[in-house]
């Protein structure tokens, strides 16, 4: 069993560095293609937004709202700033 788990995983690791790759290639193309529709501010706005619904996701499903809690909000403006 220990040499078919080192080779799933193995497979695992070629079909994530795929994904990235693939992902990273595509955001030239994507952002060409917004910034033909909205001007600089509204993409900017856009892509904030999304990125923080994603990472607010990630958060909610890995159950760690707790560790966003121990911080204070002094620490989240100087973590801004």
Same mark, same amino acid.
């Given at each position: 069993m220990g040499k078919f788990y080192k080779t799933?995983?193995?497979?695992?690791?070629? +079909?994530? &560095?795929?994904? $990235? %790759? &693939? $992902?990273? @290639?595509?955001?030239?193309v *994507?952002?060409?293609?917004? %910034? @033909?529709?909205? !001007? !600089? &501010?509204?993409? =900017? +706005?856009s892509?904030?937004?999304f990125s923080c619904m994603v990472m @607010?996701? =990630? *958060? %909610? +499903?890995? !159950?760690k709202i707790r560790v966003l809690a121990a911080y204070s909000m002094h620490d989240y403006v100087k973590g801004g700033v």
């Open positions: 799933n995983q193995t497979g695992r690791s070629f +079909f994530y &560095l795929g994904l $990235c %790759l &693939l $992902c990273w @290639g595509l955001i030239p *994507v952002t060409k293609q917004i %910034l @033909g529709e909205l !001007n !600089n &501010l509204q993409m =900017l +706005f892509s904030t937004l @607010g996701g =990630l *958060v %909610l +499903f890995q !159950n």
